[in-house]
Structure formats: C-alpha cells, structure tokens
C-alpha cells in the first residue's frame, strides 16, 4: 500500500484491513523536496488503523529525493510528476516482490490532481506487473473526507506541512506513453531503483 | 527579476513564490550570494536550501519556498532572498 500522509491512502488502507487483507505499507520519503511531517502523519495513521483492527502493518520507508534530483537534472519537466509516480510503482513493486504481496494499492480516485488523471494513471502503472488495488477510484473528495473524518485519520492528514517542491508549475494531465519511455532513457532507471530499495527501512 | 505575491502553499505549512516570467538561476552564483552573507546552504544541484531564520529552498526555476506560517516573517525573508538573487545576477 502506498502511503503518502494525505486524506485518500489511510481511508483505502481502512478499507483493505476491514477486508481482511494483510497489508504493508510503503512509503516514499520526498525529503528534502518536503518536510518530515508526511512520514509523521503515516506513522500516526498507522498507529491509530493497527489499534482499530489488533494488527501490525509494517512499513518500508524509502529515499525518494535522490531520485527527485535525477528526474530534474535530467528529464522534461512537465512530465515530472508522472515519472516521479512510475518510480514510486517500481520501488513498490520491489518491496512487494520482497514481501511475496501478491497486489500493490493505492489511495487514488480518478481526476483528483495531474497524476490521477486517466491518462497519467495508465502511463504511471505501465511501469509494473503486479495488479493494482484502487479502493477509492469512483469516490469523490467529499466521501473520502468523510469516511476520513469518521475513521479519525482526518485530523492527522490535514496537519500543515510543505507541499512538494519538485512538482512543475504546470504538470501535464495528458502523457503519452512514447514521451514518457523517452524521458526514462535519459536516467539510469535500474541503478536509480537498486539504490532507493537498498536504503530502505522498516519501521 | 520580479515575483507574483507570496502565497501559503497547498499543504498551509510554508509560503511560497514563484517568478512573474520563466527563469533559470545560476545556482552556483546564488549559492555563492548567499555565503558571503554567512548563510549556510545545503547544494541539492537542482535546488538550494539556505538554513535562515527559517528553512528556505531556492529551485533553479527560481521558485522560493519559506517554512514558516507567519505572514510577515514570510515577506521579511523573501525580500531577503530577493536580494540576493538580485546580487548574484549582477555582472
């Protein structure tokens, strides 16, 4: 499960638990394009959906501003938040692969910001091969918040923090996959990955 | 180089702005304008964090990002960062 410390992936993680499922949770830390407060609010949302359903869910935090930097030193910009989301899909992937998880999820609900458009989306996740999990795709922002307010990870997910310093001034909402595979040649995809996944630790 | 009015980013924890036309910084230059005020600053290459009064990221797109949620401080310290913007593009 990918965490990001906002409102929709504690509701999508409330809602794989209440299933059943055994969940890990991975999170990207974009420090120092942001502050410390996302790795504070997950561990906290963390805290308070173990307490509500008596089990641990364990969590990879991986280095994601090395990465961060790679893309902006050497990838179109615009496109930057896409690349940013395939990276985040791949080091997901290894951790799952690692965890023998046999799905990856996310908090994501179509058309809320640039990277959740249907478009960005598809050319986000042609990255990896294990299915993907999206409990709130078809919700709108007033259901998760609300959802969000009666499970309490509200509060958590709304304390101020830095936005993400490495998002373009005008990210593109419509990508094609050509472009996209085009701007990866430009990086060292695999060694930018076997670094981030070997830094990673478990919380 | 000329600025739109600051503005509390999306997630309320800092302030931000953002040049009124497109720049590219010569990060080294701006690095070196800062030093020379005594200001430590961490090299990101695609950005620069100067350790002020409170944190502040200067990106070779010349976007500024102040964490501090006080208004005034805020302003305070962009026009301080201006002028050492406006020191480091000078020949």
Redesign the interface.
Known sequence: MLMSGGIDSPVSLYYLLRQGHDMVAVHLDNR?FT?D?PLEKITDHLRLLEARFGRKVPMYVLPH?PT??AL??NTD?HVGCVLCRRFMWRAAERIAERENATFLATGEALGQVASQTLSNMRTATASVHLPIVRPLIGFDKQEIEAVARSIGTYTISTR????C?AV??RPATRSGLVQILQEEERVDVEAILDDCVRRAVVV | MKYHALRV??????F?A?PAEPVQLDLQRVRGGFELEGIQV?D????L?AQMEREV?V???G?I?I?S?NGPEAERLLQHVEAVLASAAAP
């Open positions: 120092p502050d407060t501003g961060q930097i902006m030193r910009r101020p923090g830095v936005c310093q373009p001034d | 980013c999306a997630n309320r924890g800092a931000e953002v961490l990101c290459r695609v950005m964090i990221t990106g070779r797109d976007r990002l964490k949620t």
